[in-house]
Every structure is written in structure tokens, then in C-alpha cells.
């Protein structure tokens, strides 16, 4: 996969090639600043931050600023951005739809009859999320479902809420990170021409090293941080019913139609279309639950449609300063469309500083004077994935944008495509979730908004902003190092004489 291609446009700054980096880095301080002082956690805002940032970089340009703009617009089109965006959507309207049945009400249940206590449930809740997102090869409807079903449950329970949120968060690095049809495993795989299942044969003894480290961190830190159960929760937790669990079969179908190749909006699409007929065929939710025209009082039509057998039972007449569509489906896409966008803005100002040659640049610069050893080599490879994840949110976009000079150093002393590809994927994957700003982060934070209008006992003080979170990602934190220490003493470390990477079909 080249860095560029003939018919790319390429940009000029005034400042050189440094100043393509001006709207990315004016968005991260603008981050840094709204949630980590400021304690906003708002993706609107970061929406506006991202959108100045981009004007910034307008005003630096030299020669025409179209130009400029066909860049934006080209950046937008990226199909990393519409990976993200789809598994934003399908998995807000999956989540959304069991949650409408019950589901967490079942958790409350097994968690009660297992005595799954608020100490254990963060590691628990970490293994759990690790399952379905290695099965399901995305980290971020991992965060989405995991947030929307399995934190309230804990949190009720009296787990405390950051430590809960990390290791959703940890669950989706795992899962990311080695899952073999994950995209970021796709990529990294392909980028360094290394075979996908010799990569993740290969990374396995990274991601199991640095997991069992984390499980303990969860199970030490939920003793620690636990608090007790909610007011009224014994309440709620004797009037909670097995009835939801039923929707482990829907989660079921997605993780077995994934593993079986199908791609995940398929696998997605059949475990929505089966949690529908479950909701419809138990009684655990009515059809407005799921979907609802609140038609004004005034339409005739609506009237006329209310009063039918099928169509009644989604149509409700309302005053017509309350009309509109809700359900799980609406919700559970609409919640999105911020981050949408933000992801859309973010990755056209990645773009940018591509096309300007501020990442040819810094890697120009590694390249000729930081990395002259073998173990200097890929410790920049891991610091160097590190700081593009800092400025890109979706970590395939930075896992795209740092591939070509991880290529180029691992070939340069020679370093095996599987070795090249686990540093460059391990990386992108762990920060990804680590950084407030992170598109893994601000899904599930997305998730976590909409909890307050689902549960009369869930209040705004529970939601966990982003920028408090990143200390608590432990399995993130412990990938990176296991990683920079692998560097530094060359365990796991392959020459391309050590073993053939053999081309395979690609995904």
C-alpha cells in the first residue's frame, strides 16, 4: 500500500513541510484543553475545534487554496472513515435494540445468582469484552455494546465507573489488536507484506502477556476503587429477570457469522434482524421500542394510520411540538452523528498533513539520525506510531499513515514483515483507545450519554468524561510496553532470514 500516489495532489505551506501539521495539531490542543482542563466532554465541540483547525491550515497555504480544499474534500472520502462510521452505526442500533429488551436486566440478574460483585466485575467485564471484540474484529462496536449494556449493569453494582470504562476499553484493544479479521490487522498485514494468519500466530505472545497483566490490574484496582451497590439497587437487582440473556444468542449470531468471514455489517445487520424477533416473539419489547413515528395530532393521515393493526403499533399522535422518530434504531444511530463528523474532519486533516509532507518529514528525520541500531529502529517504530495516534483519532488512519516508514526502516535492517507488522498494529490499536480524543473513546463515551434516558437510576454524575479515563486503559498500557521492552531487549525479534512471510489472499 504506497504512501501516495501519482495523481495526488501535493501542498505548500508557508513554513514548510511542518505547517501541514498546523490544523491536526491545533485540534489536539483544542482537545487537550476542552476535555482534560476544562472537563467538557462534548464531541460537538471538538467538531468546531477540528473545523478552525482546518480554516488555520487554509490561511498557510501557498498557490491556490482549491487545491486545499480537493484535499479536505479527498479526505473525506477515505474508506478508513467509512469503516468506522459503519461500525459506529450498526453497532449503536444493535446495542440500543437488546438494551430495549432487557438485556441489561439480565446481566443484574446473572451478576446477582453468580455473586459477581463490583470488585470482580471490571476484570470480568474485561475478558468478556476481549472475547467479543477478537470475535467480532472491531474494537469500537466492542466499546459501543460494552457501554451501553454491560457498564450500567456494573455501575448499579457499585463498580466503579472509570475502572469499568477502562476495561471495556482494554477488551476492545485485545480484540483489535489480534482479531484476524480486524482492519487494523488487515492493514498492518498488508503494509509490511506479511500473511495475516503468520501475524497473528506471531503477535499472540505479545497480547497474551501483556492481558494477563491487565486481568490482574483489574482484579487489584476493582478491590481498590469498588464502591457499594446503588440506592435502591437491591431493589432493582431482585426485580431483575433472566429473560434479556436470551439476547446472548443475538450477540452469538454476530460473533459466528463474523469468525465464519462474513463481513461485519452483515454479521451485524443478522444479529439486529434476530434481536428484533426476539424482542417482538418474548414480549421483552414493544415494536415502538424499537421504532416509533410520534406524528402530530393535526396530520389527518397519521389518524387515519394509527388505527391499523401493523402500522398502529409505531405511529403514536402527539402534540406537534413533541413529533418526531424514536426507538432503539433512531437512537442508537443518531447518537453517532456528531462523532461522525468529527472522524470525517479528522481524517482530511491527516490527509492534509500527508499531501503538505509533515509525515514524510518526521519520518525523513527518524529515518537519517534517531534510528541507527536495530534497537533503535524499533523503539521509533513504537514512539513513532505512538505520536501519529496522538494526532490521528481513527488508529487505522494512523496505522495507514505510519506504515510506509515502518517498512522502510524494518527493511532497511532487515527485520521480518511479521515482526514489522505486530509493532505498527499493537500500537495504533492500544492508543487508540487510550487518548480522550481517541475514536475508540468517544464511541463508547457516545454510548455512555444516551444511559441517563434509558435508566430513571443512571444521573449525568456517573458518565465518565474522556480525558479521566486513559490512566485505567491498563491492557493498552501494558501492549505498549510489553512492546518498547521488546525492542530494547529483542524478545519476539525476527530477521527476514528467520522465517518466510508468505503472501495469502488479502481480506
Not at 433512531?330 to 447518537?335: I, K
Request: charged share 10%; proline share 4%; hydrophobic share 55%.
Amino acid at each position: 500500500m504506497s504512501h501516495e500516489t501519482e495523481a495526488e495532489t501535493r501542498l505548500t505551506f508557508r513554513g514548510g513541510p511542518a505547517a501541514s501539521a498546523v490544523p491536526v495539531a491545533f485540534f489536539v490542543v483544542w482537545a487537550v484543553v476542552q476535555s482534560g482542563l476544562l472537563g467538557i466532554g462534548d464531541t460537538t465541540g471538538l467538531v468546531v475545534g477540528m473545523l478552525v483547525g482546518l480554516i488555520a491550515g487554509l490561511l498557510l497555504v501557498r498557490g491556490d487554496w482549491k487545491q486545499y480544499a480537493d484535499v479536505v474534500f479527498e479526505g473525506m472520502t477515505k474508506r478508513v472513515a467509512a469503516t468506522a462510521i459503519v461500525a459506529w452505526l450498526w453497532a449503536g442500533m444493535f446495542a440500543n435494540t437488546i438494551q430495549t429488551g432487557g438485556f441489561v436486566d439480565g446481566l443484574v440478574w446473572a451478576a446477582s445468582v453468580l455473586d459477581v460483585g463490583a470488585a470482580l466485575f471490571p476484570a470480568v467485564t474485561f475478558l468478556l469484552a476481549a472475547l467479543l471484540a477478537t470475535g467480532i474484529g472491531t474494537g469500537y462496536g466492542t466499546a459501543i455494546a460494552f457501554t451501553a449494556l454491560v457498564f450500567p449493569a456494573g455501575v448499579l453494582l457499585g463498580a466503579s465507573p472509570v475502572l469499568l470504562f477502562g476495561a471495556i476499553l482494554s477488551g476492545a484493544v485485545f480484540g483489535d489488536n489480534l482479531a484476524p479479521v480486524s482492519d487494523t490487522t488487515i492493514v498492518s498485514a498488508v503494509t509490511q507484506d506479511a500473511d495475516i494468519g503468520g501475524v497473528v500466530a506471531s503477535r499472540f505472545k505479545y497480547a497474551i502477556v501483556a492481558a494477563v497483566l491487565a486481568f490482574v490490574a483489574y482484579l487489584v484496582a476493582g478491590a481498590t476503587m469498588a464502591g457499594t451497590p446503588l440506592q435502591g439497587a437491591a431493589g432493582i437487582t431482585e426485580a431483575a429477570r433472566p429473560l434479556g440473556l436470551t439476547h446472548l444468542f443475538s450477540i452469538g449470531v454476530v460473533i459466528g457469522t463474523a469468525i465464519n468471514g462474513r463481513h461485519i455489517v452483515e454479521a451485524v445487520s443478522w444479529g439486529l434482524i434476530v434481536s428484533v424477533v426476539l424482542n417482538l416473539g418474548l414480549g421483552l419489547a414493544p415494536a415502538a421500542g424499537m421504532l416509533v413515528f410520534r406524528a402530530p395530532e393535526s396530520a389527518g393521515l397519521a389518524q387515519s394510520v394509527d388505527a391499523l393493526p401493523v402500522l398502529g403499533s409505531v405511529v403514536t399522535l402527539v402534540p406537534t411540538a413533541e413529533s418526531g422518530v424514536g426507538g432503539s434504531l433512531y437512537s442508537g444511530a443518531a447518537g453517532f452523528f456528531p462523532l461522525i463528523v468529527l472522524v470525517l474532519l479528522i481524517v482530511a486533516g491527516a490527509e492534509v498533513m500527508q499531501r503538505g509532507g509533515g509525515f514524510e518529514a518526521v519520518e525523513s528525520f527518524l529515518l537519517d539520525r534517531v534510528a541507527t541500531s536495530v534497537r533503535r529502529a524499533e523503539t521509533t517504530m513504537v514512539l513513532g506510531t505512538a505520536t501519529v495516534n496522538a494526532a490521528i483519532t481513527i488508529n487505522t488512519a494512523a496505522e495507514i499513515a505510519i506504515a510506509p516508514y515502518v517498512a522502510r526502516l524494518g527493511k532497511k535492517f532487515n527485520i521480518n514483515g511479521y515482526r514489522r507488522a505486530n509493532i505498527l498494529d499493537a500500537n495504533t490499536s492500544a492508543l487508540g483507545y487510550i487518548f480522550p480524543w481517541g475514536g475508540g473513546v468517544l464511541a463508547g463515551f457516545t454510548a455512555m450519554q444516551g444511559l441517563p434516558a434509558e435508566y430513571e437510576w443512571f444521573t449525568a454524575s456517573m458518565l465518565v468524561n474522556p480525558a479521566s479515563v486513559w490512566p485505567f486503559v491498563f491492557h493498552g498500557w501494558f501492549l505498549v510496553g510489553v512492546f518498547l521492552l521488546a525492542a530494547w531487549t529483542g524478545y519476539g525479534r525476527e530477521y527476514v532470514s528467520d522465517r518466510r512471510s508468505d503472501e495469502v489472499s488479502r481480506v
